[in-house]
Nanobody
Framework: QVQLVESGGGLVQPGGSLRLSCAASGSAFSINRMGWYRQALGKQRDLVAVITSVGRTDYADSVKGRFTISRDNAKNTVYLQMNSLKPEDTAVYYC???????????????WGQGTQVTVSA
């Protein structure tokens, strides 16, 4: 099995910054895509940013120019640097990885537990 542990959420004022981390652990797996999603209260879970195994990135229009996704393959960790935060960025943020476990013929998706980000004065 693969476990994901997220950290870095919290309360920040508008215009502030936060950095989220998500570390994957387990045995005998290789990670393909890594991404961040968010779900505001009463709304669906939406993609925020994604990064492929070769470092190609993609972002939701609402966060382009403000958020940066990166990964450290040696640590099996994905990061989300969030700058110029706005109240509408308030949500629970989830990381998701797509990984191939040894012996499996296809990739599986794994989700983190979620971390709350609140942007408020």
């Amino acid at each position: 099995q693969v476990q994901l542990v997220e950290s870095g959420g919290g309360l920040v004022q508008p215009g502030g910054s936060l950095r989220l981390s998500c570390a994957a652990s387990g045995s005998a797996f290789s990670i393909n895509r890594m991404g961040w999603y968010r779900q505001a209260l009463g709304k669906q879970r939406d993609l925020v940013a994604v990064i492929t195994s070769v470092g190609r990135t993609d972002y939701a229009d609402s966060v382009k120019g403000r958020f940066t996704i990166s990964r450290d393959n040696a640590k099996n960790t994905v990061y989300l640097q969030m700058n110029s935060l706005k109240p509408e960025d308030t949500a629970v943020y989830y990381c998701k990885i797509t990984a191939r476990r040894m012996g499996r013929s296809s990739d599986d998706d794994y989700w983190g537990q979620g971390t709350q980000v609140t942007v408020s004065a």
